[in-house]
């Protein structure tokens, strides 16, 4: 369980990035990006996104508790946010995906204001 500090800085870059357009929620299913807004459901390969930034955290009192929340843009100007697991916890299909995006070269674009 992460302490009052980590989820304050949690929170503090997520409204930063909410601030700067990244509204959706993304997750990972069958090596494609979803948002989870059940309304307007897209979908997208790796090669059809950017990773624009990233956050660690880590929990303080187990550093195998760690989180990377991703910004991430897509071709058709979606914006949002994936979070994921590090390490130990860390989910395989949402992995492989970053890894293929990584691999494409599209990742660390730090252009957002």
């Not at 304050?8 to 700067?20: A, H, I």
């Given at each position: 369980?992460?302490?009052?500090?980590?989820?304050?800085?949690?929170?503090?870059?997520?409204?930063?990035?909410?601030?700067?357009?990244?509204?959706?929620d993304f997750s990972v299913a069958d090596g494609r990006l979803h948002t989870m807004?059940?309304?307007?459901?897209?979908?997208?390969?790796?090669?059809?996104?950017?990773?624009?930034?990233?956050?660690?955290f880590e929990g303080e009192s187990n550093p195998d508790d760690t989180s990377i929340?991703?910004?991430?843009?897509?071709?058709?100007?979606?914006?949002?946010?994936?979070?994921?697991?590090?390490?130990?916890?860390?989910?395989?299909?949402?992995?492989?995906?970053?890894?293929?995006?990584?691999?494409?070269?599209?990742?660390?674009?730090?252009?957002?204001?």
């Open positions: 369980m992460q302490d009052k500090e980590e989820e304050r800085s949690l929170v503090n870059v997520e409204n930063k990035l909410t601030k700067d357009g990244f509204t959706q807004d059940p309304v307007t459901t897209k979908t997208y390969a790796p090669e059809e996104v950017t990773i624009v930034d990233f956050y660690r929340l991703y910004a991430i843009e897509a071709h058709d100007g979606v914006k949002g946010t994936l979070a994921s697991a590090y390490g130990v916890y860390a989910d395989t299909d949402t992995d492989d995906f970053l890894k293929k995006v990584e691999d494409l070269g599209k990742n660390l674009m730090k252009g957002h204001k």
